[in-house]
């Protein structure tokens, strides 16, 4: 089992639809949790930090379900410069700066 | 989050050769790091970097393939030795930043690098 697993799409929304994507990780001991996007051609850039709470910003959602191992981001009316690759990142162990990369989910949103 | 810088941003290169990879922060940091994301994959941590001390190494990476050096604070430099086309890649420096609850990494634009 990989140690982050995403789904690699595509996923092809139309603008101002709702999109979910789902993260699994395999660490249990895992303690900090991103979402990061990544643009075609460029580096990857911090979307949101996910909480145990659950956070929002803006339009993105993040969910941390700590019992199951996985995580959640939601997209709100989905806008065209939102077309990227979302990567789910998790830190290899509690207090470490080893960051773990999920593969990337490809997101497009279509006029 | 930080400003980093790399150099140079894309190289094609022969094989045999080597190429070092500059990555240069606006602000002092303790960590850095060298990534490595193969075509259509994800990013592969090679090392990390503190000044003063050696790197340390990810499993599957060797300090004669990859030296790393970290003479200050605000710079480290990577380099690709021997290279196979095997070695062709984007290369990511990022550096670890202190948020309101969690630490973060912010990333560099990469050096693209192919080698023929």
């Known amino acids: 089992r990989k140690e982050v697993e995403q789904d690699p799409g595509p996923f092809n929304v139309p603008e101002g639809a709702t999109v979910a994507f789902n993260c699994t990780y395999s660490n249990s001991a895992s303690q900090s949790f991103f979402w990061y996007r990544q643009d075609c051609r460029k580096e990857p850039k911090l979307l949101m930090s996910v909480y145990s709470s659950g956070n929002e910003d803006g339009r993105f959602t993040a969910q941390l379900n700590r019992a199951s191992q996985y995580i959640s981001l939601l997209i709100r009316d989905s806008k065209l410069s939102d077309s990227a690759t979302y990567l789910c990142v998790v830190n290899a162990e509690a207090g470490t700066y080893k960051y773990i990369f999920g593969t990337g989910t490809r997101l497009k949103v279509l006029a | 989050s930080a400003v980093i810088s790399q150099k140079p941003s894309r190289d094609i290169c022969q094989r045999g050769t080597s190429l070092t990879i500059q990555c240069q922060v606006d602000?002092?940091?303790?960590?850095m790091f060298w990534y490595r994301q193969q075509p259509g994959q994800s990013l592969t941590l090679i090392a990390t970097?503190?000044?003063?001390?050696?790197?340390?190494?990810e499993s599957g990476f060797v300090i004669d393939k990859f030296p790393i050096s970290r003479p200050n604070l605000t710079f480290s430099t990577l380099t690709v030795s021997n290279m196979s086309p095997e070695d062709s890649s984007i290369y990511l420096c990022s550096v670890e930043r202190t948020g309101a609850s969690t630490d973060t990494q912010y990333f560099g634009p990469g050096t693209r690098l192919t080698v023929l």
């Open positions: 602000s002092q940091v303790t960590m």
């Open positions: 970097a503190n000044q003063g001390s050696e790197a340390t190494y």
